[in-house]
Every structure is written in structure tokens, then in C-alpha cells.
């Protein structure tokens, strides 16, 4: 099953026919989990900040919300983002399938494994919860699934949506957008968006063998490249304004991750 993370903009009522909420008690805390069906079948959604978006990106239970998705079913998930741009082929309005991205947190629980475990709520999670008192390292060479890139790349092909097929994201811990000498720093660095829920994500998503992608919609140039200060009402704004696009964007890739067609992963690969 396939499990999509909304961002900042994307509700379930966007996304889903038909919505059954659930809320999962993980041994990392409680998510809400929406079933339903999107493009033709069933999927899971799952608000990254909470119903409502009432949870700072700082503040997220990143490792309540993977668990929470695994546990529902999904062993595929594609999340949204909203991004601010360092690359001027990237403006606002378009789309980056993300293939890098560089750590800049600094406080955030981010991974499963290693000593203390929590406590298992019910004896659905005891496999799992062994697995997470191991001391693992999990390769991230491909730190984001190329079958689903494939996929999304594709559909932002002919569909004909502005792109790039490949891009570096930059998280940063937040709630505070980045200053402008930070930018400029991230320029050097090759990175092509900034945003502030990324990590841990992908990397909790791939520890549970998850195979995970972002697809990032590009809101605002980052601090410092336009000619104005950052505002969250404008991200909300932009979008809302590219809420169909994206929608569209979902339905073709996950019609074509139906289909089973791609180049294949790793991402249950090998861990040591």
C-alpha cells in the first residue's frame, strides 16, 4: 500500500474519498493515520503536522508518524513538501523530485534503533521492537527511492509541470526561516531548496525499509533572493494555488506505481 505524507497546504480532504480517520498508539507515541482511496485505490495519508496543522516542524513526532504509516500497511510512501528555492531553476510554482539532501537539525529524535526501547503497546510491535535494540547503520547512498523518483519524474513529464528531476534539500531545525548568510551557505553547498520536515523523515522511513520519496513544491525563493521577508500565509497561498497541479502530479505517479514498471530498488536493502 502506498502512504502519502501531506505538508503545509495539503489536507486530507484534498486527497482521499471516502477518509476513515485512525489513530495508532506506536511505542514512539499516537499519529493520526486517514484510509481511503485516491487515483483509484486505496492509499494511507497521513497529516505530517497533525489534523489541523497545529505541530511545528521542530516539534513533529517524526518517528510516531513513520512507525504509525508501517504499521497501517504502507511499505511505499511519497511525501509532499513545501520548499523555499536556492537555485534560480527552481522558481516558485515548480516542482524538484529530490534525490540528496543535507542534515542542518539539530535537536530531533532521529532514528529507531539503538537502546533504550520503549514499551510495546500490544504485541504487534515485538518483531519490530527487537530489530530497534540493535545498534544498526543504514546506508543512504541512494538516501531516496529511485523507483518512486521514476515515477514522479515521469508523471511531472507528461503532464507537462515545471521540474527538476533532481535536487539537493537542505533541512534546517525551524520554526524560524533561514537568514540570508545561511543561503548563501547552502548555495556553496550545491543544495537546490531549503525546508524544515525532511530529516529525520526520510531516514526513519528508510531504517523500517520503507521506500520514500519527496516530491517538493517550490513556495518562495529562499531569505535574501527576493525582494520581500518570508511570510507563511504566502507559502499556504502558493500552495493552495498549486493544489491541483500537485494532485495531478500524485494521481499519474501513483498510476504508474500500480503498474509495477520501473527501475527497482534497494531500499530494504542491506544494513550492518
Known amino acids: 500500500m502506498i502512504g502519502i505524507i501531506g505538508g503545509s497546504g495539503v489536507k486530507v480532504s484534498d486527497l482521499l474519498a471516502d477518509p476513515i480517520e485512525q489513530t495508532t498508539v506506536t511505542p514512539w507515541g499516537e499519529a493520526t ?11 494511507l ?44 531553476a527552481a522558481p516558485p510554482g ?4 529530490c534525490d540528496q539532501f ?11 534503533f539503538g537502546p ?8 504487534s510491535w515485538d518483531l519490530l521492537l527487537a530489530r530497534c535494540a540493535e545498534v544498526v547503520h543504514t546506508d543512504f547512498t541512494e538516501p531516496y527511492c529511485p523507483n518512486l523518483r521514476y515515477h514522479l519524474i515521469q ?25 540570508p548568510a545561511e543561503i548563501r551557505i547552502f548555495r556553496r553547498w550545491e543544495a537546490d531548496v531549503v525546508g524544515m520536515t525532511g530529516v529525520p523523515e526520510v531516514a526513519l522511513a528508510r531504517e523500517l525499509g520503507l521506500c520514500y520519496a519527496t516530491v517538493a513544491l517550490v513556495t518562495n525563493m529562499a531569505a535574501g533572493l527576493q525582494g520581500q521577508h518570508l511570510a507563511h500565509t504566502d507559502v499556504v497561498a502558493l500552495m493552495r494555488q498549486r493544489g491541483q497541479a500537485l494532485q495531478d502530479l500524485l494521481k499519474n505517479a501513483l498510476g504508474r506505481c500500480r503498474k509495477g514498471a520501473g527501475p527497482g530498488c534497494n531500499c530494504r536493502g542491506e544494513r550492518s
Open 116 to 123: 533504550p526501547v520503549p514499551p510495546a503497546p500490544d504485541d
Open 102 to 112: 543535507i542534515d542542518f537539525t539539530v535537536g530531533r529524535q532521529s532514528t529507531f
Open 33 to 43: 493515520v486517514w484510509r481511503g482511496h485516491f487515483a483509484g485505490q486505496r492509499v
Open 45 to 88: 495519508f497521513l497529516p505530517r503536522h497533525g489534523p489541523g496543522h497545529k505541530v511545528a516542524p521542530h516539534a513533529i513526532n517524526y518517528r510516531a508518524n513513520i512507525a504509525a504509516l508501517w504499521h497501517a500497511g504502507a511499505r511505499q510512501v511519497i511525501a509532499t513538501a513545501a520548499v523555499g528555492s536556492v537555485n534560480s
Open 94 to 97: 515548480s516542482f524538484v523530485i
Open 155 to 179: 508523471a511531472a513529464t507528461e503532464l507537462q509541470l515545471p521540474h527538476l528531476q533532481a535536487g539537493c534539500y537542505v533541512c534546517t531545525e525551524g520554526p524560524r526561516y533561514e537568514t
